[in-house]
């Protein structure tokens, strides 16, 4: 919060609405095609907002024990589901908030969920395995012993899963259960985000770097020279530049021609402490990116990696997660502080100057 | 806003059966009344009764610059980063280790993360010991010694199972290998909950507070005798000893009390530091020089003093007197090409003699080493020094602890080091308190006597 004083939004993000949830608000994400809003908080409590006016629909307290820790929901945004540091896993459905189904892990946090594009399946990690989870909550699938912790996941296709862990990344299909590919590298990865057609992997790592690899051709490159561990990465939807935090600037690196090796990245530098969260938009190359000191913007990007603002809010605290509207009309940020924020996002217009006409 | 404060955190280290489960569940069971979360490595033999149990996977990994000193805690990154989210934030932390664990890295984790720094501190490193077993794993693994050297507590528990002579031995062993530790006995883990938990054993003035004491030097020299002598040559003779050498310095104008014998010591230390300067029987001892009797030949060795006038020296000598029945007689003949050693032989007595904490021999091979001088230090140079000796010997070196006094600085610096990562940060002001510097080393194989002199290279 230091280092920077509220301001009202700028450019093309305008007053949508505010509210309040009553802990550190940890995930959020947008339901029933952009009607509902959900929001979940450390301490277990799972809010549904209306998408257009912010009104509260539903909420639940406690839902897991020990606290929240991940939300997925399912490609349809009928349903989600919810993991905690009880080891559980709930699904629910997004329009009244009723549990339909309860996985039980065992005794152990479930950090990451995630349901393949497809929707069939829910892949979830416990401990060093990772379990998929058919529509009906049978297991169908679990992978190996992992050699540590898993530490993150991400479906390249719907019957394959890539699995991050200290020192590799591993690709499973789910459906055959075999390994498809195991890229090695020593380093303690912390985030990891395959590129949309599913041949690039980029991987943070606790010691400020990003590491990828290209699964067609076996190259692999280490981008250092980070002054923190870019925890949060995000590729835009056609593939061609990949947005990394790990400082209070985005730097955008740029797979169009030969890159990113050998090419400057572009930097975008606007927040005043670290990059917190990352997101593009579903079409087009509009970044959003939310810091530590509470601020939000949204970023043009080129093709080269090289960016302009064309929008600026402030959200009040440290912003745990940003989501686009499904039609990219709106931005959401939710905060530490349990603050929830929802600007329009559309081109500013001098009305004032038609009302002359 | 308010200052954030920084949740505490205590690592629990010591060998599978040395009570550490019993342990952690006294300290839940006293402070029922805080939130605590304590982060395991391995099911105890018994369960832990209440509270929040998180069992990690004890993921070590280095950072990509391969140094082994950069090692953290993956796990308790993670951990740690989602229990910091909680509005209802918990007051202190525990951190059990395998018995096998080397607690480097999990203490490093507090300094390296950025993220998990800002939100945690690290209170303090407490050790259980099998009173009845840790003689032999001290003997057998690293670990074990790790785990002793990395202490700020070390609780010598099972001393039931134990006679007293035998925890005294094992107690003063413990002692040589870390200095810097308080040594608690208890039968079953029962200690004072305050011994162990918010101790800000790494806030150095609160340690010294408690244990005043904690940086008491340990002289390279056993003995001093102060010496009132008249104009003249003495002679300094030596029977068998001991040692076939043994290092001396003499010193003018020594005084007899307590102040003048600690600064002559000090300056001593200094002195010791140096080359020392071999002399063989018939030498002359220089004044202010480090020198080295040569004591190989057999039978009585003598060497010579001059004195230019009536005045009281100091000899501070590496043994006692007594080992090498050493003696102090005045030469009557003003000739020196002759000695008669039957002519009018009467032994000196000392007016006043000193008997001091002398170093050890240390037979294990981790140890602690303190460093005490008075006056300012050359921040650039010391810097220089410390960072040399952190990537040559960080490896070998577990902790660093103390406070120097940079020349220009009006407020005193506190180091704190774990392995090779270490922190020198502006404390209270001086004053009108002497200006010093106390350094304490606990590592493996250190050369103290080299530690000293390229200390003392740095002071202004």
């Known amino acids: ?357 | 806003m308010s200052i954030k404060e920084k949740v505490p955190v205590t690592i629990l280290t010591g060998f599978l059966g040395s009570g550490k489960t019993t342990l952690l569940n006294r300290i839940l069971s006293e402070e029922h009344g805080k939130k605590i979360a304590v982060i395991e490595n391995e099911y105890g033999e018994v369960g832990i009764d209440q509270g929040l149990v998180i069992n990690a996977d004890e993921e070590v990994f280095e950072m990509s610059n391969g140094c082994i000193c950069c090692t953290v805690r993956g796990d308790l990154i993670r951990v740690l980063g989602n229990l910091m989210k909680r509005r209802d934030k918990f007051d202190y932390v525990l951190v059990e280790t395998t018995g096998l664990a080397d607690p480097g890295p999990v203490a490093q984790t507090f300094f390296m993360d950025d993220e998990i720094r800002e939100e945690f501190s690290l209170d303090g490193i407490v050790t259980l010991v099998d009173a009845a077993h840790i003689d032999q794993q001290l003997g057998r693994s690293d670990e074990s010694s790790e785990q002793v050297a990395f202490a700020d507590v070390l609780v010598l528990n099972k001393t039931d199972l134990v006679s007293d002579e035998s925890l005294d031995n094992l107690e003063s062993r413990l002692r040589d290998m870390n200095r810097m530790a308080r040594v608690i006995r208890s039968k079953q883990a029962d200690v004072s909950i305050d011994t162990v938990l918010n101790l800000s054993a790494f806030d150095l003035d609160q340690v010294l507070q408690r244990r005043p004491t904690f940086l008491e030097p340990e002289y390279p020299f056993e003995w001093t005798g102060v010496f009132s002598l008249e104009k003249g040559r003495y002679e300094l003779t030596l029977e068998e000893g001991p040692d076939p050498t043994m290092s001396l310095v003499l010193l003018l104008n020594q005084g007899k009390d307590e102040t003048s014998l600690n600064s002559g010591a000090e300056s001593c230390v200094r002195l010791y530091a140096e080359q020392e300067q071999l002399m063989n029987p018939g030498d002359m001892v220089p004044v202010g020089k480090h020198v080295s009797l040569q004591l190989q030949s057999e039978g009585t060795k003598s060497f010579f003093i001059d004195v230019d006038k009536a005045r009281d020296i100091g000899l501070f000598t590496q043994h006692t007197a007594e080992e090498f029945n050493m003696k102090l007689t005045k030469v009557n003949t003003p000739s020196t090409d002759e000695i008669d050693n039957n002519q009018n032989i009467s032994t000196i007595s000392p007016i006043a003699e000193r008997v001091w904490v002398a170093e050890h021999e240390h037979d294990d091979e981790v140890g602690s080493i303190a460093i005490e001088r008075e006056g300012d230090v050359d921040p650039e140079k010391l810097n220089r020094w410390l960072s040399r000796l952190l990537s040559e010997k960080g490896v070998d070196i577990f902790r660093t602890k103390g406070f120097i006094s940079y020349a220009g600085e009006s407020k005193r610096i506190v180091f704190q080091g774990v392995h090779m990562l270490f922190t020198a940060q502006p404390d209270k002001e001086w004053g009108n308190e002497p200006r010093r510097n106390q350094l304490v080393f606990i590592g493996r194989n250190l050369d103290a006597a080299e530690m000293s002199r390229e200390f003392d290279k740095c002071l202004v």
């Open chain 1, 1 to 357: 919060m230091s280092g920077i004083e509220a301001f009202s939004p700028k450019g093309m993000l305008h007053e949508g609405w505010s509210t309040q949830v009553d802990d550190y608000a940890i995930v959020c994400g947008w339901a029933l095609e952009g009607k509902t809003f959900l929001v979940g908080d450390v301490a277990g409590g799972l809010y549904a907002f209306e998408g257009k006016s912010g009104k509260l629909i539903w909420q639940i307290k406690d839902i897991h024990k020990g606290g929240l820790l991940a939300m997925s929901i399912h490609p349809n945004g009928k349903t989600f589901a919810t993991a905690g540091q009880d080891g559980h896993v709930n699904i629910w459905e997004s329009q009244e908030g009723t549990a339909t189904n309860a996985l039980e892990l065992g005794k152990g946090w479930v950090e990451h969920i995630k349901w393949s594009p497809d929707g069939k399946f829910l892949a979830v990690v416990f401990t060093k395995y990772v379990y998929v989870f058919d529509d009906k909550g049978q297991e169908h699938w679990r992978s190996e012993e992992h050699p540590s912790t898993v530490s993150a996941i991400a479906w390249s296709n719907s019957n394959e899963l890539a699995t991050a862990c200290y020192g590799q990344v591993t690709f499973f299909d789910v459906v055959n259960d075999k390994i498809n590919q195991k890229l090695e590298w020593r380093g303690s990865l912390v985030s990891m985000v395959l590129s949309p057609d599913g041949d690039i992997v980029a991987c943070g790592s606790q010691d400020n770097s990003v590491h990828f690899w290209r699964r067609s051709t076996d190259e692999d490159s280490e981008m250092t020279g980070y002054p923190g561990k870019p925890s949060h990465l995000a590729f835009d939807q056609t593939g061609t530049v990949l947005a990394t935090g790990g400082s209070d600037r985005v730097t955008v690196w740029s797979f169009q021609d030969d890159g990113p090796e050998g090419t400057v990245p572009g930097e975008l530098m606007l927040h005043t402490e670290p990059i917190s969260c990352l997101a593009f938009s579903h079409s087009g190359m509009l970044l959003a990116s939310g810091a530590r000191d509470g601020s939000v913007f949204s970023w043009f990007l080129q093709a080269n990696g090289q960016g302009d603002p064309v929008g600026g809010a402030f959200s009040g605290d440290l912003v745990s997660q940003i989501a686009w509207h499904p039609d990219d009309t709106a931005l959401a940020a939710i905060n530490a502080n349990g603050g929830i924020t929802v600007w329009n996002f559309k081109v500013r217009t001098k009305t004032s100057l038609q009302e002359f006409e």
